[in-house]
């Protein structure tokens, strides 16, 4: 039965502040921080004095305030019981695809990727992947396979003032060229991240389908370019797309 009581005002106020804290790494001063939330100064400062009491924020010497200590175990405690997560670390250790390669999960939030778990592999990458790490899902193999899956029209709102972040020379900045991006991801039925998060580095990324098509997370594997033939694409592609499949197929039968 669903409640029919309105939200909490302040809790509300809370939870979009721990948003915005999420996307911003170096933190937000208070000013900076109510408008992003649309929100007055007065009650934003409230919110936030009483969130750095409980150790979910910490504000710095500077004055910006930046997530706390305390997400960290909430983070862990979510991850453990999350039934992606789980069926990833079994599917890995049963099928042991690429295991000399890294291997990241991701979920699709908003114009993000956020990776949520990560297996590491024996041959070095060009970056290093932590858990709760935001990157732009244009720029990756891994959001631009979920991106693949979404309706033309999802894709096109979610980019509506085409503002496109960039990590590297490489990385998309115009709709047209994300538009012919997802439609050869599309053709493919896996996305190539070619120096476009990380100068030296490419990913193969696949989107793990939920039920009714649309995408519950990703997969994508990572690899330094000078090591990578076409050879070893293709082979990385057909094993990733495994993974991410018997992934699909578990959480199917929940």
């Known amino acids: 039965m669903t409640s029919s009581k309105p939200p909490v005002p302040s809790v509300a106020r809370a939870a979009q502040i721990l948003e915005a804290l999420a996307a911003a790494p170096d933190g937000v001063v208070l000013s900076d921080l109510a408008r992003a939330i649309g929100a007055p100064k007065s009650s934003c400062l409230a919110v936030c004095t009483t969130l750095v009491g409980t150790g979910l924020l910490v504000r710095t010497a500077a004055g910006a305030y930046q997530l706390g200590w305390k997400v960290v175990p909430l983070g862990r405690a979510y991850l453990a019981r999350s039934s992606l997560v789980v069926e990833f670390r079994r599917v890995d250790q049963e099928l042991r695809l690429l295991r000399d390669d890294t291997i990241v999960l991701s979920l699709l939030d908003g114009r993000s990727v956020v990776y949520v778990e990560t297996r590491p592999g024996q041959r070095p990458v060009a970056m290093a992947y932590e858990i709760g790490m935001r990157l732009p899902a244009h720029c990756t193999a891994s959001g631009k396979s979920q991106l693949a899956a979404l ?21 998309i900045s115009r709709m047209p060229d994300l538009m012919a991006e997802i439609k050869q991801t599309r053709e493919n039925g896996y996305a190539i991240d070619d120096e476009e998060t990380a100068p030296g580095m490419m990913c193969v990324g696949a989107a793990i389908p939920g039920r009714g098509g649309r995408p519950v997370g990703a997969l994508s594997v990572s690899m330094v370019k000078a090591a990578v033939d076409a050879d070893r694409i293709k082979r990385s592609a057909e094993q990733i797309l495994t993974l991410s499949k018997a992934i699909a197929e578990r959480l199917c039968d929940f």
């Open 151 to 171: 309706s033309d029209d999802d894709i096109v709102e979610r980019y509506a003032d085409e503002r496109f972040e960039t990590l590297t020379p490489h990385s």
